[in-house]
């Protein structure tokens, strides 16, 4: 679903200002997908303890932080980025990511009710 959000995205913005545009809405959404698969990577370890596993999550969420804010600082660095259009795609990525979440059912209790 986000690859074809990103697709959409990257074409509008092809649309609206060319390539350097499409790039960029690309290039945002890489940064999504990078520090995404950094965080879900380190969560992933297992650990021996639920307070051993959550410092990592939270460790795992604040590098990737870090590196979100890193990685726009060297896309300002970028020759002809289209800001509106890295924005663009680095939110299309969490608004796909967010809608599978809720559409696939992530927001219900265990007997199958929808959570408050």
Do not use: N
Not at 6 to 33: D, H
Not at 56 to 75: D, H, P, Y
Not at 107 to 116: H, K, L, M, S, V
Request: proline content about 3%; hydrophobic content about 60%.
């Amino acid at each position: 679903m986000q690859v074809v959000v990103v697709i959409t995205v990257a074409l509008l913005s092809f649309m609206a200002g060319g390539r350097a545009a499409a790039l960029s809405a690309l290039g945002g959404a890489a940064v999504a997908w990078v520090t995404t698969l950094y965080a879900s990577c380190r969560a992933s370890v297992p650990e021996r303890t639920a307070g051993a596993a959550l410092q990592r999550v939270m460790i795992g969420e604040f590098i990737k932080v870090l590196s979100t804010i890193a990685l726009f600082a060297a896309a300002s660095r970028v020759p002809h980025v289209v800001w509106p259009a890295l924005l663009g795609g680095y939110v299309a990525v969490l608004a796909a990511f967010w809608l599978s979440f809720v559409t696939a059912g992530g927001g219900q209790d265990t007997d199958g009710t929808r959570a408050p």
